[in-house]
């Protein structure tokens, strides 16, 4: 129920960032990028200047449902938690460099000229899902926390054939469709610059 009552919320939020009057179109727009990335800013981008992201993946592939499904890395309220030290950059980094941070690391890429319209569409859509709160760990706020313990790689290993590899595949290459990925590979090399390339 607790789960149901945030995924409403965040689907209100959607509703309202995607309309017609929102946000002067540019939130619909942000909506677009976050949904449809390799074609619009990526390498499917039919203008070779406007490939911002570097490989097939879209900022879907890992926030679920364009940012808005419980426990799936939910974008509600992210825009509110900006400014904010981080520690892997060690510094206050703005909205705009968390966004560029995902394009440059986990996307491959490069940033996003600052006032270009997809940098401000992008903005305007996390903000507009901003108007949720942010849900607790038990909504699916999907906090990502160091485990109080060492990993055990032979239990992830078990969990990850069980669960995992029926949509990222077992050797984690996940599935493509259209030049592009229908589930997201976790260690491919056009998957991101931070994870190891695997080809077992």
């Avoid at 491959?108 to 569409?121: D, I, T, V």
Wanted: hydrophobic fraction near 35%; proline fraction near 8%.
């Amino acid at each position: 129920m607790v789960a149901l009552s945030a995924a409403v919320a965040l689907a209100s939020a959607v509703s309202t960032a995607t309309g017609a009057d929102a946000l002067s179109g540019e939130a619909a727009y942000g909506h677009e990028l976050i949904v449809r990335t390799d074609r619009l800013i990526g390498p499917a981008a039919p203008d070779p200047a406007r490939r911002y992201s570097g490989n097939g993946l879209t900022c879907q592939s890992c926030h679920l449902e364009a940012g808005t499904k419980p426990h799936g890395l939910s974008l509600a309220g992210a825009a509110a938690a900006y400014p904010k030290f981080r520690a892997r950059s060690g510094k206050v980094v703005t909205l705009t460099d968390r966004i560029d941070e995902c394009l440059t690391r986990s996307m491959n890429g490069r940033p996003l000229p600052p006032r270009s319209r997809e940098a401000q569409a992008i903005t305007a859509y996390l903000k507009t899902l901003s108007r949720a709160p942010r849900p607790a760990a038990s909504e699916g706020g999907d906090p990502l926390v160091e485990l109080a313990r060492p990993a055990d790689p032979g239990r992830g290993g078990r969990i990850y054939a069980q669960i995992c590899a029926a949509c990222h595949g077992v050797h984690g290459r996940g599935q493509h469709a259209s030049g592009g990925y229908l589930t997201p590979p976790l260690w491919e090399r056009r998957a991101s610059t931070t994870a190891p390339a695997w080809d077992g």
